[in-house]
């Protein structure tokens, strides 16, 4: 199994990415998927899921109404629209099966999102 993390990088206050995971040798489109982000010395936390279909996604409070969940199951991808950036968005972002419904996969390397005022 591999996840390949993309698209973070340094960007201001109020400004936009988009994250992309790429995925192979999992069972992709039989799982959940999420987005997680860790700020050391913090564990990863959970920041957005999406259901197998896409139709079902979840947010935690502090991105509602700024993140977008997405998936593509022909490409066996997963991204992250971001929005409106604050600082507290800075962390290293890693995508993964969804913990509350499925069993994680080896974690890929993450992809570094800082933000500055």
């Known amino acids: 199994a591999r996840l390949v993390e993309s698209g973070g990088g340094l960007v201001q206050v109020g400004g936009s990415l988009r994250l992309s995971c790429a995925s192979s040798g999992i069972s992709f489109r039989s799982n959940d998927m999420a987005w997680y982000r860790q700020t050391p010395p913090r564990q990863r936390g959970l920041v957005a899921t999406?259901?197998?279909?896409?139709?079902?996604?979840h947010y935690v409070d502090s991105v509602k109404g700024r993140f977008t969940i997405s998936r593509d199951n022909a490409k066996n991808m997963v991204l992250l629209e971001m929005n409106s950036l604050k600082p507290e968005d800075t962390g290293e972002y890693f995508c993964n099966v969804a913990v509350a419904t499925g069993r994680l996969e080896t974690w890929g390397q993450g992809t570094l999102v800082t933000v500055y005022t």
């Open positions: 999406i259901s197998r279909d896409g139709s079902v996604t």
